[in-house]
């Protein structure tokens, strides 16, 4: 290997490495702070850098083969935490936001590709939570949708479908939070079907 192909190889392993390092530590404030009243700030702040980063930063720093997917998938948290001013949506959040640790664990896994008890766990992982939680997650922001649209109508007197711009903020949490799901559907049919990596 020339010099120059060793000190690009080099560039590209330090970038890698310095974004693995900003994901653990984004993930873990954010859960942190998705049980805290400080979600609404925290998250969307660390996310939607994390965003700015992969989109304008070094396109070394991450290898994700899903990169599009990836970057949606953060906006979307950025946005469901912002929602977290509402109390009644914090509890749905949280459930959300243990979904969004799975990038810790592609990443760990990624880093010790050798490791069958860390691959093993990173498979349960993201078939328990990118394939069964998120429904739950989503399923929680339609209650909570469903039951402030009710008592909406009712104060109101008249049906929000008459004038869609009208509707409470909760319906658009709501398909947030459907749209995210459906992105952890896609991120799981690449990643299990092509072998692709997440991050």
């Known amino acids: 290997m020339t010099p ?3 000190k690009i190889g080099s560039h590209q392993r330090d970038m890698e490495y310095y974004h693995d390092t900003a994901t653990y530590a984004i993930v873990g404030v954010s859960l942190l ?17 994390d965003v700015v980063w992969l989109e304008y930063g ?3 720093c991450n290898t994700s083969q899903v ?3 990836y970057k949606a998938s953060l906006i979307c948290t950025a946005l469901l935490a912002m929602a977290t001013h509402y109390p009644e949506l914090r509890a749905p ?3 959300h936001m243990l979904v969004a640790t799975v990038p810790v664990f592609s990443v760990a896994h990624r880093q010790q590709k050798d490791n069958k ?11 328990v939570m990118k ?10 922001y339609l209650n909570v949708a469903g039951e402030a649209y009710s008592k909406w109508v009712t104060v109101v007197n008249y049906s929000p479908l008459m004038n869609p711009w009208t509707n409470p903020p909760v319906i658009l949490v709501m398909m947030i939070a459907c749209i ?3 992105i952890d559907l896609g991120q799981s049919f690449w990643v299990m079907s092509s072998n692709h990596k997440l991050i």
């Open 67 to 69: 990169p599009k997917l």
């Open 180 to 182: 995210s799901s459906v």
């Open 33 to 49: 702070a998705a049980f805290t009243s400080l979600a609404q700030y925290v998250v969307p702040i660390l996310y939607f850098s």
């Open 93 to 95: 959040f949280q459930i």
């Open 58 to 60: 070094d396109k070394h």
């Open 4 to 6: 120059i192909k060793e």
């Open 131 to 140: 394939i069964g939680m998120t429904w739950m997650a989503t399923f929680q």
């Open 117 to 127: 008890v860390l691959e093993l766990f990173f498979v349960i992982a993201w078939l």
